[in-house]
Every structure is written in structure tokens, then in C-alpha cells.
């Protein structure tokens, strides 16, 4: 007698929605995931709930506009966005920034690193299930460096305080003694996440030998910032290709030697380290006064026809902006190219042939923001 | 924000000009009215003729000095787009200079045919080896056609390059390249997606940031216009608007 299998039992693959409105997803993204088992066999993520068109509205909108809705855009390192677009029309329209105008950018930009960063720290520490626990320690010091966000430019979330050729305004005259304040507490709240996760042996197990990718898929999907330095590819633009006045400071970049999501949360973490270090450095050369605006700044502001990419290290990796002007004050055509977008494009091959468990340390590794995917 | 439809009629293109030269005379000005400070219009000038005596102000510079297109430089001898040329094979449609952050790049223009030899050259020559695509952007030229603009960078050279291609609007169609990069992948939906680039040879080639059914509708053309309250914002909300154009 021979046993026959009743068909039915056999595993099939199977679909499962997770998103668009989801915890671990960071935002309204979806993922369709075909599982077998418990192995992911393919992924197929949907993207675009949050498009806005903001690179057509910017087409209608002249230079200055346009540096809101780089907030909107990446509103986890808006300074980091905004710098991007004033230096694509800066280096059109040949401006020279002023040093005072450039210490305070760097500051601002990387204090903003620090606050994006813990925030990534928060959220992964939830996605990898220590409940509320790394978000209550991550979340006072956000709001300590955005109370300095707040005083220097009366917003807390769309600051908008970057200008082509330099600032809005001048800092308030305690600035320099309150980022020293914040950064003790950022310093100590560094101190209490890396103690509560980083040699923690549950998250090392949740976290090690999932996501892994090399440095040639990294560089061949077009990875960057920490996803792309975790595969080993020593690359930083604030070092290797420098904007600003990042060349006057010193800072180590971090690289990871295996790729994983393991390796991506540590350099995150030990890139906090760098910037409270930057940000001291920036402070100590930071000239006491002078201008913030170039003397010769035309009120209405005119690039000469031409074409400019320009790119800088956001927390998340290279935002870059592709900038076309015809001339006059409105860009002709204007392509965020948003670290987020191109991180996640990646998702697919990192997680097929992972378990279903692991998709949320993947995709929380990335550290997206999704309106900066969607734009 | 999508525009429900197209309506040709509804202040389309970037004719900035009529527009520029209805707003320029504002009432705010006409009590100015023995020194008009803005009359481009040729009619307008003649028919105030007095005003000119009286002129304390030096006259506008003609409008016509600012230059329409960026000049090009051709680059260097011994650049990488000769290096580029003999190892694709291929002859170049154009080579020029474009500023970079930090000093220049090549930027080299290819038909669309030559494009996945290009790549594949860009990639694998070891004089090149551009193996990071760092950005692929649609731009819409209007009656010069469609273009795509791809930027590769070279982690161990430290150079860059921007390939171009350009299509007309009736056969709007470039090979993929997201075989030669996976990075493209994406990118390539999302230029389908707003300019209706068709990528041939892509794996999967539906809507990314738009919706599934939105097939024939390209956002990011030009002819494809704003909502007329997002222009008008704009406009107005713009620093001394209508106080004239500078």
C-alpha cells in the first residue's frame, strides 16, 4: 500500500500584505511579501503614497521658495536637503558664502544628523522589539537639539532657514553656549543607547548576518551613506568629495566589514560620535561675527542658464540635486535625488531568501523617510 | 496635485514673457508716472515719449544680453570622453564641460541606440570604471524633445561623467539600462512615470510613484500644466512681485 500525501497540505507560496499602514514601515509604504514558510521567496514594494509632485511645484516656485519644500521634502535632515539645493544654486549663480554663514550651516546640518540619527535609533530599537524602550531614550534628546532648531529658526519642523548665499538670519547671541549644553545631553543620550543596544545579545542576534550586502552589489544598486560604508566602501562626500567647510575639520568615517544590518546600526552610532565631534570643532573655529550674506547679493535671485548636480551627505546618504535653469528665477527642471529612493530600491534583493521576521530589521535598517522617497 | 486634465488653453508653457509684460505696469507704479521704470513693451515707450528727457535713472540694459543657453566648452584633449568613444565604439553626439560642485565634468550626448554600449563601456572599462550611477533624470526640452540624463561616478578614479540621450516626443523610447546597473531600476519607472520615457528591455516597467491605471498622463512635461492656483501662488507669493522685474 503505498501512503499518498494529501496535495492540499503542501506549502505554497503565500502572499502577505504588510503596509501601507504599518509601525514598522516608517511611514506609508507597502510591501506585498510571497513567503514560503518562513522564507521571503519575493518582494514587491509599492511606494507613492506620499507623491506630491514637489518636483514640479518647484518648477513653478523661484530660488528661495523652493528651500521649503526641501523641508517637506526630507523632514528628518531638512538642513541637510536645504544645504543641498542652496549649493546647487550657489554654484550656478557663482556665489562665495560667507565663512561665518558656512560654520553655522555645518553645525546646524550635522546637530540635525545627530537628531535623524537617534530618531533611526528609536525606531530600529522598536523594529528589532525592545518595545518603547530605545524611543524613550532617543526621543528627549531629539527634542533637546530641536528646542535649539526652534530658537535659531522659530520652527520646529519646516525650518526653511538656509538661504541662497548664506542664512535667513543671524543666531540668536547664546547659540554657542546652548549647542554646548545640548551637546552633553546628546553625548549622554548616545551613551545610554549604545548601553542599552549595542552588546545587547538579543539585538545582536536579531540583528547580525540578516540584510548582507557586498560592496560591489552596494556600489551596483547604487547605494549610499551609512547602507553603502556598512558593505565597506569607504565613502563619505563630507570627506572624499568636500562641500562646505567640512575640509577644516577633522573626523573619522566609519566602515563595516560585513554588510549586515548589524554593521549599518553600528555606524550610524559611532557617526554620532563623528558629528558631536565635528560640531565641537565647528564651534571652536566658528568666527565671532561678520556677515551671513554675501555683500553683493542680488535681491531677486537669476542663475545663469546651465546645469548642475550637486550632492551632500544627509544622514541617509547622497541628496542630491539635479538642477537645470534656463535662466531667469524659476529652475527649468529640478530631480531630488533622494538617498532614501535610491536606498530602498535595494529592498528587494536584500530581503529575498531572508526570513519574514527579518523584512522589518531590513527595511528599518534603511533608515527611509518616505516623504523623502515619494516626494 | 495632479491637474485633472489637459487643458492646453489654461496659461500652459513658460511664456514668461506676455505674462511679465501684462504685470509689469501696476498701479503701485503709475503715480511714478515722470519716470516709468518698466516699459519693455515697445508700444508703451513710444507712446510716452516724454518720459526719456526726464530720464534720472540710467537706462535698462536690453533684456536680450542674458544669454539663452550655457556655453559650451569642449572638454580637454585626452578626456575621458575620447577613452569613452573607443571603448564603446561608438561616436559621440556631443562632448562639453558642466560645473560640478568642485570644478567640471565631461558630459557626453550619444543616441539612444549607443546608450547600453556606452554603459557597458562606462562600467567595465578599467580607464573608466564608473560603476556608480548616482542619479537618472528625465528633462523635458519641449520641441527639442526629450532627454535623459544619467550620472556615473568612479569610486576609484574620482571622476564623473553625465551621459545624455535625447528622443522626440512621437517615439519616446531608450533601452534600458537597468541590466548594466540595477540602480537604474527604479529611477527608470519613475522617469516612465513623469515624462513617458519608455525604457525597452526593462523587467517591470509599470508605475512606481503614480497610480497603477495612470499610464497616459506624464506629470513632469511641460505641457502638462499646474493647477492654475499653484501657479498663482507662485507668483504672488514671490518677493516684490509686481513692483517690476528687479
Request: negative net charge; glycine residues 8%; aromatic residues 8%.
Amino acid at each position: 500500500m503505498v501512503l499518498e500525501r494529501d496535495p492540499a497540505l503542501e506549502v505554497v507560496d503565500m502572499p502577505i500584505n504588510m503596509g501601507p499602514q504599518h509601525p514598522s514601515t516608517h511611514g506609508v509604504f507597502r510591501m506585498v511579501l510571497m513567503i514560503n514558510g518562513e522564507k521571503i521567496v519575493d518582494v514587491v514594494p509599492h511606494i507613492g503614497y506620499m507623491h506630491r509632485g514637489g518636483e514640479k511645484l518647484m518648477e513653478a516656485m523661484d530660488f528661495r521658495q523652493g528651500i521649503g519644500y526641501c523641508d517637506r521634502t526630507e523632514y528628518l535632515a531638512q538642513f541637510s536637503a536645504e544645504l543641498g539645493y542652496c549649493l546647487a544654486v550657489e554654484r550656478l549663480m557663482d556665489l562665495q558664502v560667507p565663512d561665518r554663514a558656512e560654520y553655522i550651516r555645518v553645525i546646524l546640518t550635522e546637530m540635525n544628523r545627530l537628531s535623524s540619527h537617534f530618531m533611526f535609533a528609536g525606531a530600529f530599537g522598536i523594529d528589532a522589539g525592545v518595545f518603547g524602550t530605545s524611543f524613550t531614550y532617543a526621543f528627549p534628546q531629539r527634542e533637546f537639539l530641536q528646542e535649539v532648531f526652534e530658537e535659531v529658526t522659530g520652527d520646529r519642523l519646516m525650518y526653511a532657514y538656509f538661504r541662497v548665499g548664506g542664512l535667513a538670519w543671524e543666531v540668536p547671541d547664546n547659540f554657542v553656549q546652548r549647542v554646548h549644553e545640548v551637546l552633553v545631553h546628546s553625548a549622554q543620550g548616545l551613551k545610554d543607547i549604545d548601553d542599552l543596544l549595542t552588546k545587547n545579545e538579543i539585538f545582536m542576534a536579531r540583528c547580525q548576518n540578516i540584510g548582507n550586502f557586498s560592496a560591489d552589489q552596494a556600489i551596483a544598486y547604487g547605494l549610499s551613506g551609512p547602507m553603502l560604508r556598512a558593505s565597506g566602501v569607504p565613502w563619505d562626500l563630507r570627506k572624499d568629495e568636500p562641500y562646505s567647510v567640512y575640509d577644516r575639520f577633522n573626523f573619522e568615517i566609519p566602515v563595516g566589514n560585513y554588510g549586515d544590518v548589524y554593521d549599518r546600526y553600528l555606524i550610524r552610532i559611532e557617526e554620532m560620535r563623528q558629528s558631536i565631534s565635528i560640531i565641537e570643532q565647528a564651534l571652536e573655529q566658528l568666527p565671532p561675527d561678520g556677515p551671513i550674506v554675501p555683500e553683493k547679493m542680488p535681491r531677486r535671485l537669476r542663475t545663469p542658464p546651465g546645469e548642475v548636480y550637486s550632492k551632500v551627505e544627509s544622514p541617509r546618504g547622497e541628496w542630491g540635486v539635479y538642477l537645470v535653469s534656463k535662466g531667469g528665477d524659476k529652475p527649468y527642471r529640478l530631480k531630488m535625488r533622494s538617498p532614501s529612493f535610491c536606498n530602498l530600491s535595494a529592498l528587494r534583493d536584500m530581503t529575498v531568501g531572508q526570513y519574514l521576521a527579518d523584512a522589518v530589521m531590513i527595511l528599518g535598517s534603511m533608515d527611509i523617510v518616505l516623504c523623502d522617497v515619494d516626494r | 496635485m495632479l491637474p485633472e486634465g489637459q487643458e492646453p488653453e489654461a496659461s500652459s508653457d513658460a511664456g514668461v514673457t506676455p505674462e511679465a509684460a501684462a504685470a509689469d505696469p501696476t498701479p503701485a507704479e503709475k503715480p511714478d508716472a515722470a519716470a516709468p521704470i518698466a516699459a519693455p513693451a515697445a508700444d508703451e515707450a513710444a507712446e510716452k515719449p516724454v518720459a526719456k528727457p526726464a530720464a534720472e535713472r540710467p537706462a535698462r540694459p536690453a533684456k536680450e544680453v542674458e544669454p539663452k543657453e550655457a556655453p559650451r566648452v569642449a572638454p580637454p584633449p585626452g578626456s575621458i570622453n575620447e577613452v569613452l568613444a573607443t571603448a564603446a565604439g561608438v561616436t559621440l553626439t556631443a562632448a562639453y564641460m558642466v560645473p560640478e560642485m568642485k570644478g567640471e565634468c565631461v558630459a557626453v550626448e550619444v543616441s539612444r541606440d549607443d546608450v547600453p554600449a556606452v554603459m557597458t563601456a562606462a562600467r567595465d572599462d578599467s580607464r573608466l570604471d564608473l560603476k556608480y550611477l548616482r542619479c537618472l533624470s528625465g528633462v523635458d526640452w519641449q520641441e527639442e524633445g526629450l532627454e535623459v540624463v544619467y550620472h556615473l561616478w568612479s569610486f576609484t578614479k574620482h571622476h564623473s561623467l553625465q551621459v545624455k540621450t535625447r528622443v522626440t516626443y512621437d517615439d519616446p523610447m531608450v533601452p534600458s539600462i537597468a541590466t548594466i546597473y540595477p540602480a537604474a531600476d527604479w529611477h527608470e519607472r519613475e522617469t516612465r512615470d513623469m515624462f513617458g520615457i519608455n525604457f525597452a528591455g526593462h523587467w517591470n516597467l509599470v508605475p512606481l510613484l503614480l497610480p497603477e491605471d495612470m499610464t497616459d498622463h506624464f506629470p513632469l512635461r511641460k505641457d502638462n500644466p499646474l493647477q492654475e492656483i499653484e501657479e498663482w501662488q507662485g507668483d504672488n507669493l514671490r518677493d516684490g512681485a509686481g513692483e517690476g522685474d528687479e
